[in-house]
């Protein structure tokens, strides 16, 4: 499994725009084969920052979606944003259960 986390800052005249990149960006991301999940969130404080979770089956899956879902998600919020993004790779080897 890989999980990706990348959290995006938006130029507040960009907000709309942002997210209805996000959206195809979900769409796109859940009808591929090999991501398991996928999920944005809004930072409360603030709100044109967003980060998205995206959980693949393995490597290969994240290459995959990476070169094509990310590249042209990238390139279309390229000027929505006001910073570059943070962008963190997990390659978990622990699963926690608590039932």
């Known amino acids: 499994m890989q999980i990706v986390i990348a959290r995006f800052y938006v130029k507040p005249e960009s907000r709309g ?7 195809e960006f979900l769409d796109d991301a859940r009808q591929r084969g090999g991501v398991t999940s996928t999920w944005w969130t809004e930072d409360i404080e603030n709100h044109n ?3 998205n979770y995206c959980e693949y ?3 290969d ?4 979606h ?5 590249g042209d998600f990238l390139g279309k919020i390229g000027l929505l944003l006001s910073d570059v993004p943070d962008v963190y790779r997990y390659d978990p080897d622990v699963k926690v259960r608590m039932d």
């Open 17 to 23: 725009e942002f997210l209805q990149a996000a959206r």
């Open 49 to 51: 920052t967003f980060v």
């Open 57 to 59: 089956i393995s490597m």
């Open 61 to 64: 899956a994240m290459e995959a």
């Open 66 to 70: 990476g070169m094509s879902g990310v």
